[in-house]
């Protein structure tokens, strides 16, 4: 739906995924006026079913996203189909450039934008990404528990996530190229458990279609496995903010440089707000709702004890 183009926006929010839409429903409930701005690209989009999600396992994602938007609607938010560009300072409030030159204005911003997965350079990988190529065993390990799995190391991490996902089963590998030698401490840890590791050079993961057969490595060997985890780069879509300069800190993971936010959301800039992924990168669907909701609770908190500073200045 197309924005009116009266006055100014209570607030817009950036990105209309599960975090941006829990945010949205709840000032549009607080009978704010609400636009979300949305690409409609969620990060979930790739897989055909939640997990995890109360009330909600194993339904469509898209169809959760449907439910969101009819409920945000309902209580006057307005979507509108684009990107955001750069957003900057105004008076009483902040510009929000949209591609193809439209700028809209608002009293406050919530930005819901999420992560770019940037995946291992593997063939193989991408072609099958969300289905037997997975990033997390809390969403994806049960639908393949006890098969034949493999961990694709991309950084430090997958030694934890290696760990992890033997709570799935007990046939698992590690593929550690990409981290070099593994200290024997850690090594012994995993084979504890049963972990194999294999360190020749991944080439290839191999398959049918979106089905996963194995991973080829620069030894000439193909290792059996049903499934693929691997933790990819996150790079968190928030460049349009740029202009504001906000104040930003190292994921104590090694997860990248990200906004900093207290524990509404609120960021360095009283008017600008930040949840889901793109501060958290490992939050699953169920954390994004919950921080969109308590963005949004904060907002407008924020907003009515603004209107009382206007009033109190006009009277």
């Known amino acids: 739906m197309a924005p009116r183009s009266s006055s100014r926006w209570d607030a817009i929010v950036v990105g209309g995924g599960a975090a941006g839409l829990s945010a949205a429903l709840l000032?549009?409930?607080?009978r704010r006026r609400v636009l979300v701005i949305d690409a409609g690209a969620p990060r979930n989009r790739f897989a055909e079913h939640m997990h995890g999600v109360l009330g909600s396992e194993g339904a469509a994602p898209a169809e959760l996203l449907r439910?969101?938007?009819?409920?945000?609607?309902a209580y006057g938010v307005e979507r509108l189909e684009g990107t955001v560009e750069d957003v900057r300072d105004a008076e009483d409030g902040l510009e929000v450039r949209v591609a193809g030159g439209a700028i809209e204005r608002a009293r406050a911003l919530v930005?819901?934008?999420?992560?770019?997965d940037d995946l291992p350079d593997v063939p193989g990988v991408a072609e099958r990404w969300g289905t037997g190529v997975l990033h997390c065993p809390y969403c994806h390990g049960w639908e393949v528990r006890d098969q034949r799995l493999g961990v694709l190391a991309i950084s430090p991490m997958a030694l934890h996530q290696a760990r992890l996902v033997r709570q799935w089963s007990d046939r698992v590998v590690l593929f550690s190229a990409a981290i070099g030698d593994v200290d024997p401490a850690h090594l012994e840890r995993l084979r504890a458990r049963g972990i194999g590791v294999v360190p020749a050079e991944v080439l290839e993961v191999v398959g049918d279609g979106p089905s996963v057969r194995g991973v080829r490595t620069a030894d000439g060997r193909v290792t059996e496995v049903d499934a693929v985890f691997?933790?990819?780069a996150p790079r968190p879509q928030d460049a349009f903010l740029r202009s504001l300069d906000l104040r930003r800190m190292e994921h104590p993971a090694g997860l990248g440089s990200l906004l900093e936010v207290d524990a509404t959301g609120r960021t360095a800039h009283d008017r600008v707000w930040a949840v889901?992924?793109?501060v958290h990168p490992v939050a699953n669907l169920p954390t994004a709702i919950s921080e969109g909701a308590v963005a949004g609770g904060a907002v407008n908190g924020a907003?009515?004890?603004?209107?009382?500073?206007?009033?109190e200045r006009s009277a």
């Open 303 to 311: 907003l009515v004890e603004e209107d009382f500073d206007l009033a």
């Open 111 to 116: 930005v819901a934008t999420g992560i770019a």
């Open 27 to 30: 000032l549009g409930r607080a």
């Open 67 to 73: 439910r969101g938007r009819a409920e945000a609607a």
């Open 230 to 232: 691997t933790e990819p």
């Open 276 to 278: 889901g992924n793109v």
